[in-house]
């Protein structure tokens, strides 16, 4: 068994390493000239700038535009057509007489939007960081079967959110297997998905079992770089598991746990697509997210016009709260590194 | 007897004899099963649902296997008759095929004697079943809704994607690496930067940088704004930064170009982490949703998942379908996870991206 794939292996390798040397070749040809008229010194710059350019096209600039495309108003997607119209964009969204309330502001669907998603991530990365601890501690216990059951925590992750949504649509739907096995136990179907309060439980539900798993192995990595002789002498001196625990086990994993906080944060405020094919954003708004809000305003306004200028506001607003978030993660681990520096 | 099931329950356990059970060892494997029943039940129900037939699929409460209901050619019916189990009058039972079904009554037929028809309370029957598997489910959306064109499309951006994103991002990490230069801590921060700046915060721009190269409504629009990942960079360059560097200067002595240290020396030197990163892109290429959402809307150049999700909006009646079209997208990546499973898990475990 082990020959046969070696030999796929080296198959393949040999099948890749044709084209692959071809075209190394190829740019050589282009290269060696460069190189003679730059010199050795200049040569990192050729090998950044491709990547820079990438970079450059499609993250800077664009951050750029997405201010130029805030402040104009107007349908039309290129800048000649688009009128100068200042604040307009963000008046329009911050237009509220009262930001708890979505309907006393003008643009209702955006706050509807950003308190749908501040309730799904409290409670999304709560029970995220709750659940993941959990499966984490049991699967680094002395268990049989322990690499088995590790990826069938992860399998998940490597789903597409629109395998994950229909699938749990499948699920919950009004005559799915979920209701008819509540039915067989004596109970009443539920409305998972047409029940304004029942959605967004199941959006929030299906969200941590798709992502679960990945958070599960970041806490696994970090219960492995826990000494074991910590362990050896808690077991020395009687300490029940229940202590260990909470003195040694919960306050070494801090560090690994915030870093969960923050990911998860992070990829929550950015929910869409799962929950976009799970429910569409219903019934009615009750499960439409701030990135579904940017989508609809920005592309998918059937009917209306694309109103391209007022998905920028929004954007610039979810990029801030984002920007916020992942200057946490930064600082956060380069604490972390320090420490291993340190050690 | 009794020692047989202390064996089990040690080997169930694998305690050393003299430890006492704590209530967190069942725990945990009440956990356990519970994860596997809650994670691969669903898979496992998808598969099961995607070879019913469509009766079978509209049926509640749903029967588990794919089983569908006998159906039997009757003389002077034009339409095959679904047959029953069914409890006369007088106690006795016979198979009867369905006329027609009238209120909380049924006509039915003796299949093997027209003549004898009878009229039955619903209740006293009981639908025969047969095991079947209906791989048209498959074959159909492949034959008749281009999902053949659909998967080339997935699989042309995926691979494009990544050959890209694999040789732009290991030149920068080669050049990041390797060599000292002016400007180096700047361009560190810069891609260091882009990580800040997650698509979702500018898609209307990416939107009209795309635009303006014409590029909407083509695979290449999907497959190049996120070619330049930072994570990449960053994966790659850490592991180059471990690379000996006398076998670079051994290589200069023999006035080997720059770039050919860089194909020939480095490049070979970094497969394990280039493996990773290889099978991230895939991923991300393969499950990527919200941007082929926005720039793909000719149903000709639809990924898989654009197909799938539009597919689903518009036969919201056709169930078996979609399952078994979610289904072939799904198994591309499971099975590259049965494979590679042990790589992906360390990958993310010490990068901490997904």
Partial sequence: ?343 | MGNTGSLIKNIVTQKKYKEKYHWTDYFSYFYLFLGVFLMFGPIIWLGLSSVKTLAGIQEYPPTILPLSQIQVEVDGYEKPLSLYNVTLEDGSTAELAEIKRVGITSKMVDPNDTEKKYKIPIDKREKIREFSVQWDNYLDPLRKYNFLLYFKNSIFVTVIATIITLIINSMAAYALSIYEFRGKNLALVFVIGTLLIPLTIILVPVFYVIANFGMINSLWGVILPGAATPTGVFLLRQYMLTLPRELIEAARMDHASEWAIYWRIVLPLSIPAIAVLAIFSIMWRWNDFLWPLIVLSKSEVYTLQIALNAFHGELTSQWNYVLAMTMVTLLPIALIFTYLQKFITTGIASTGMK
């Fill in chain 1, 1 to 343: 068994m082990k020959n046969i794939r070696i030999n796929i292996k080296s198959f393949f390798i040999r099948v890749f390493n044709i084209p692959f040397t071809f075209l190394m070749h190829a740019i050589d040809i282009i290269m060696w000239p460069i190189q003679k008229i730059i010199g050795v010194r200049n040569m990192p710059y050729i090998f950044l700038l491709p990547n820079l350019i990438f970079f450059g096209l499609f993250v800077i600039v664009p951050l750029g535009v997405n201010v130029a495309f805030s402040v104009t108003g107007g349908a039309e997607l290129l800048f000649a057509n688009r009128e100068f119209s200042g604040s307009k964009h963000y008046n329009y969204l911050f237009d509220c007489e009262n930001y708890l309330n979505a309907n006393s502001c003008t643009e209702d669907f955006f706050w509807r939007g950003v308190h749908n998603t501040i309730f799904f991530v409290i409670f999304q990365v709560g029970l995220m960081i709750f659940f993941s601890l959990l499966t984490a501690v049991i699967l680094n216990k002395k268990i049989i079967g322990r690499g088995f059951f590790r990826s069938v925590f992860f399998f998940p992750v490597l789903l597409s959110p629109v395998v994950v949504g229909l699938i749990w649509q499948w699920i919950l739907l009004k005559n799915g297997i979920l209701n008819a096995f509540i039915e067989a136990n004596g109970g009443d179907k539920f409305s998972f998905l047409t029940d304004p309060g029942w959605a967004m439980t199941s959006s929030i539900f299906v969200s941590i079992w798709a992502h679960m798993g990945f958070y599960t192995l970041i806490v696994l990595a970090g219960l492995q770089a826990i000494p074991p002789n910590l362990y050896e002498a808690a077991e020395m001196d009687g300490t029940s598991r229940e202590r260990t625990f909470f003195r040694i086990t919960l306050p070494l994993l801090m560090p690994n746990l915030l870093v969960v906080f923050v990911l998860a944060s992070i990829k929550g405020v950015q929910t869409f697509d799962e929950i976009y094919v799970l429910t569409g954003g219903g019934p009615g708004t009750s499960t439409s997210l701030i990135v579904q809000y940017i989508f609809t305003t920005g592309f998918a306004s059937s009917g209306s016009v694309q109103n391209f200028g007022l998905a920028a506001a929004a954007s610039m607003v979810l990029g801030i709260v984002l920007l916020f978030l992942t200057l946490i993660q930064l600082y956060l681990s380069r604490s972390r590194e320090n420490k291993h520096q340190e050690i």
